[in-house]
Nanobody, 116 residues
Framework: QVQLVESGGGLVQPGGSLRLSCAAS????????MGWSRQSPGKQREFVAA???????NYADSLKGRFTISRDNAKNTVYLQMNTLKPEDTAVYYC??????????WGQGTLVTVSS
């Protein structure tokens, strides 16, 4: 089993920055890739970014240049650095891990609110 715990969400003003963290525990060896998705009120969950065990990254086109995903293998933690935040970035951000079995594990989510 893999468990994911997100942290770092909160209230930030437009134009500000925030860094989310996702700590993985359990059967870490089974993880093939990790990533972030988000869900705004009234909308479907959407892909944000992903990073493979080898370090390759992928981003939603609309977020390239503002969001950066990275990982610290020693800490089993993935980060999402979000810059120049906009009110439309307000959402619950979910960490996920894709296992080698293709099963996807989700964290509980962390709320990011961008507002003045």
């Amino acid at each position: 089993q893999v468990q994911l715990v997100e942290s770092g969400g909160g209230l930030v003003q437009p134009g500000g920055s925030l860094r989310l963290s996702c700590a993985a525990s359990g059967s870490i060896f089974a993880i093939n890739a990790m990533g972030w998705s988000r869900q705004s009120p009234g909308k479907q969950r959407e892909f944000v970014a992903a990073i493979t065990s080898g370090g390759s990254t992928n981003y939603a086109d609309s977020l390239k240049g503002r969001f950066t995903i990275s990982r610290d293998n020693a800490k089993n933690t993935v980060y999402l650095q979000m810059n120049t935040l906009k009110p439309e970035d307000t959402a619950v951000y979910y960490c996920n891990a894709r296992l080698r079995t293709s099963v996807v594990v989700w964290g509980q989510g962390t709320l990011v609110t961008v507002s003045s």
